[in-house]
């Protein structure tokens, strides 16, 4: 296998590299990290990382020379596995409107929209702007306990409703098919933490930072043949 | 539902941790990476390092230690001290760091901030806020570990900053840092009511009571902590069934 990290200038790439390695540590995985289009020619599978704003993440990869073509080429035309980590899971949108309205990759039917969640339920209160205020804390920043969707997606395999993983976001996606919602989380109401369809997944979560339930995803994805 | 965060902080010195885990299997139980392995197998939900290095020259070692770091554990990473520059933060966050700490630089140039929100987005921007009781419902900010006032309201201070875009607060009490006698609670709701990204409340955890109070009472959704992890006298494990038991949310795996 042939791992290729996209680098556009966002994000953790050593974290996402690394963890990726450790992932695959029994098989014969190359893993690479590159901000060369010709490099997703040679890739078996690609992923898409991002941390930061929708906006600045679009304009880092439109900088990327053929880079957004290349995506398209290899994922959408050839159909290589593919999985967006955070923003790079919300550039898979057609519609972000973090700073403005910007135009996502448009692989997933959904728009990226601010959390604005409220919360009436007691149980949630440490979350809350303050007590007398229904609304959480933003970003949704910790570690929060999936529901994963019926029957589960590969990369969830062995991953159980109630494992936990690491989020920090203040914008959502809103699916418009329900069916490619693979698991989500609760934050004041429903949030999507992970969106799947055909041979493209993504995680609004962070697996590299999600301890051994991130690597067993990283794991799952790697061994996904869609 | 999101769980609140238990975070170890580890104070580290020209590449050496100062005050650490007292545990008599690490070998070197000066080095970081070797403490924060031990956290990061004892479910901590994040770490914390924190530079206190005096010289400029002696950064790299920090550089060194926060890419060992996020080679080995696959867990959130916060790193602060002598951020002053935009090129800090870069260098921090290539090298392995998720969020990145800013306290004095924050004061001196309070549009820093924003920059740094602009460039690397509010949700790896954390300020630290180093606060002290000046009369009964008032703080004030003070650098340089506490030895210089800036004149500034704390509560004033962790609002501004989160409208420049900050994504969360460090929130350390000076008069309770190092007393073990518990948060200064009072400072911590006061902020965490004021704004609304998440409050980490900071200094004077002596007991895991201590812990549960710092949320039920003071709201604030991360407690951290150093000495009643580093001296044994408590696991992040013992501190979780505690807080659990007392209707705290917390991550148990």
Redesign the interface.
């Known amino acids: 296998m042939n791992v290729v990290i996209v680098d556009y200038g966002s994000g953790?790439?050593?974290?996402a590299a690394?963890?990726f390695e450790?992932a695959a540590a029994d098989t014969a995985t190359a893993i690479s990290v590159s901000a060369d289009p010709k490099a997703l020619k040679a890739a078996s599978h690609i992923v898409l990382p991002g941390?930061?704003?929708f906006a600045?993440c679009k304009r880092g990869l439109e900088g990327v020379a053929g880079m957004t073509e290349a995506l398209e080429e290899a994922v959408i035309g050839e159909g290589k596995p593919f999985l967006g980590i955070c923003v790079g899971m919300q550039l898979m949108a057609k519609t972000g409107r973090e700073h403005g309205v910007h135009q996502g990759l448009g692989w997933i039917e959904g728009e990226i929209v601010p959390i604005e969640a409220r919360d009436t339920s007691l149980?949630?209160q440490?979350?809350r702007?303050?007590?007398d205020s229904e609304?959480v804390?933003?970003?949704?920043?910790?570690?929060?306990?999936l529901e994963v969707r019926d029957p589960p997606h590969p990369v969830f395999a062995g991953i159980e409703t109630g494992?936990?993983v690491?989020?920090?976001?203040?914008y959502r996606i809103l699916c418009e098919r329900p069916g490619d919602v693979i698991a989500e989380?609760?934050?004041g109401g429903p949030l999507v933490a992970a969106v799947g369809r055909d041979n493209i997944v993504g995680t609004q979560f962070?697996p590299?930072?999600?301890?051994?339930?991130?690597?067993q995803l990283i794991a799952n994805f790697l061994d996904w043949r869609p | 539902m999101l769980k609140i965060r238990i975070i170890p902080c580890l104070d580290v010195k020209d590449g050496r941790v100062v005050k650490g885990v007292n545990f008599v299997d690490l070998i070197d139980a000066g080095d970081p990476v070797a403490q924060a392995r031990v956290y990061d197998g004892e479910g901590a939900d994040e770490l914390c390092f924190l530079d206190i290095t005096a010289s400029v020259e002696n950064r790299d070692t920090l550089y060194d230690i926060v890419r060992g770091t996020a080679e080995q554990c696959f867990m959130p990473l916060t790193v602060g001290g002598g951020v002053r520059r935009v090129e800090d933060i870069r260098t921090l966050l290539l090298a392995g760091a998720d969020k990145v700490s800013i306290n004095t630089a924050a004061i001196a140039r309070p549009e820093f901030v924003a920059e740094a929100a602009r460039k690397f987005g509010s949700q790896c921007i954390v300020v630290a806020i180093d606060a002290k009781a000046l009369s009964p419902g008032k703080w004030e900010i003070f650098t340089h570990g506490g030895r210089r006032r800036t004149g500034i309201d704390a509560v004033d201070w962790a609002k501004r900053v989160t409208a420049s875009g900050a994504g969360e607060i460090l929130l350390t009490s000076m008069d309770r840092d190092g007393t073990r006698e518990g948060f200064d609670l009072a400072l911590t709701r006061a902020v965490a009511d004021a704004v609304t990204v998440p409050v980490i409340a900071s200094g004077g955890v002596g007991t895991l009571d201590h812990l549960v109070e710092g949320i039920v009472e003071g709201h604030a959704t991360a407690v951290l902590a150093a000495s009643i992890f580093h001296f044994g006298i408590h696991s992040i494990r013992q501190a979780k069934a505690h807080m659990k038991a007392a209707g705290v949310p917390v991550r148990l795996e």
């Open positions: 953790n790439l050593r974290s690394k963890a450790r941390v930061g704003a600045d149980v949630h440490v979350f702007v303050a007590l609304k804390k933003i970003p949704h920043m910790g570690w929060n306990d494992r936990h690491y989020f920090v976001h203040g989380v609760d934050y962070h590299e930072k999600s301890q051994a339930t991130g690597l």
